[in-house]
């Protein structure tokens, strides 16, 4: 059964930093795309940022390129994002999710529990 | 960028109904649509991939269907677990949610 269990998250004030990990199980973990999507209080879901399977390659929605850095360590099949530069409007609960396929651009066949980041003063 | 448009925002049904909700893209998507369920509180579940193929577990009351730049999902004889949010999501270029529907009792 696939299962990926989150950790990290919490509140920061803005300009401050976060990780988020995402601790995969259940399936051959360096063969798959990884994603984090994210969701406002109250809104609809927002692709973040992908990493792909061996020989990573990363992409990023633009309101996050050069504050958020997604990476992974197939070694102990976990995926990080690095978060930094916090703004209020990246409050949310971020999702891990998996692909169905070492290359990005999928659909998103597993979830996470979610983890929820507030920014505020 | 790719823009999802999904209608209508919300919908009230009753069990037993049948509900179709429209996703339209700004561009052509090919099949490249996938469509997930949100109860609140929960993790977004996959309904649907490539505009029709269900997700193995999904019940088969589900169906997706389209293409280019236009798809439907519909949902038949309604039960009282789908009482739900439903988002649809292109993967053609990166990724894309429509903005939601919200599916309530009547």
């Known amino acids: 059964e696939v299962q990926l269990s989150q950790s990290g998250g919490g509140s920061v004030q803005p300009g401050g930093s976060l990780r988020l990990s995402c601790e995969a199980s259940g399936f051959g973990f360096s063969s798959y795309a990884m994603s984090w999507v994210r969701q406002a209080p109250g809104k609809g879901l927002e692709w973040v940022s992908s990493i792909s399977g061996s020989e990573p390659t990363t992409f990023y929605t633009d309101s996050v390129k050069g504050r958020f850095t997604i990476s992974r360590d197939n070694s102990k099949s976990m995926v990080f994002l690095e978060m930094s530069s916090l703004r209020a409007e990246d409050t949310a609960v971020y999702y891990c999710?998996?692909?169905?396929?070492?290359?990005?651009?999928?659909?998103?066949?597993?979830w996470g529990q979610g983890t929820l980041v507030t920014v505020s003063s | 960028d790719i823009q999802m448009t999904q209608s209508p925002s919300t919908l009230s049904a009753s069990v037993g109904d049948r509900v179709t909700i429209t996703c339209r893209a700004s561009q052509s998507i090919s099949y490249w649509l996938a469509w997930y369920q949100q109860k609140p509180g929960k993790a977004p579940k996959l309904l649907i991939y490539?505009?029709?193929t269900l997700q193995i577990g999904v019940p088969s009351r589900f169906s997706g269907s389209g293409s280019g730049t236009e798809f439907t999902l519909t949902i038949s004889n309604l039960q009282p677990d789908d009482f739900a949010t439903y988002y649809c999501?292109?993967?053609?270029?990166?990724?894309?949610f429509g903005q939601g529907t919200k599916l309530e009792i009547k």
């Open positions: 999710t998996k692909e169905p396929y070492s290359s990005v651009e999928n659909w998103f066949d597993s």
């Open positions: 490539k505009a029709s």
């Open positions: 999501q292109q993967y053609n270029t990166y990724y894309t």
